[in-house]
Nanobody, 124 residues
Framework: QVQLQESGPGLVKPSQTLSLTCTVS??????????WTWIRQPPGKGLEWMGT???????NYSPSLKSRTSISRDTSKNQFTLQLSSVTPEDTAVYYC????????????????WGQGTQVTVSS
């Protein structure tokens, strides 16, 4: 059974770059045909798809975040990483990594495995 675990700082200052890593066990991030996804949930709001790194290494980003988002991977460590630049307090959210069967996943049902989520607060 695949397991995912997010790691990274819980507090980031405005204008800085947020970096989160998802470590995957029990399955390879290069295995066809899965999509490794970052999703966030701001307080009091629904899930928001941020971007995806597919098994092939290709990436797709939410249009609203594309200019600030980058997803990379390290297959030797079976990890994929989210970077979100120029953060503001509006980026405060619980951030999840997940394994999905589709590229754009913004609901619980489209991903079969989720990390527990990590709270990130943007504040000076």
């Amino acid at each position: 059974q695949v397991q995912l675990q997010e790691s990274g700082p819980g507090l980031v200052k405005p204008s800085q770059t947020l970096s989160l890593t998802c470590t995957v066990s029990g399955g390879s991030i290069a295995q066809p045909y899965y999509h490794w996804t970052w999703i966030r949930q701001p307080p009091g709001k629904g899930l928001e798809w941020m971007g995806t790194m597919s098994w092939s290494g290709s990436t797709n980003y939410s249009p609203s975040l594309k200019s600030r988002t980058s997803i990379s991977r390290d297959t030797s460590k079976n990890q994929f990483t989210l970077q979100l630049s120029s953060v503001t307090p509006e980026d405060t959210a619980v951030y999840y990594c997940a394994r999905a069967r589709i590229v754009i996943c913004a609901t619980r049902s489209c991903a079969d495995s989720w990390g527990q989520g990590t709270q990130v607060t943007v504040s000076s």
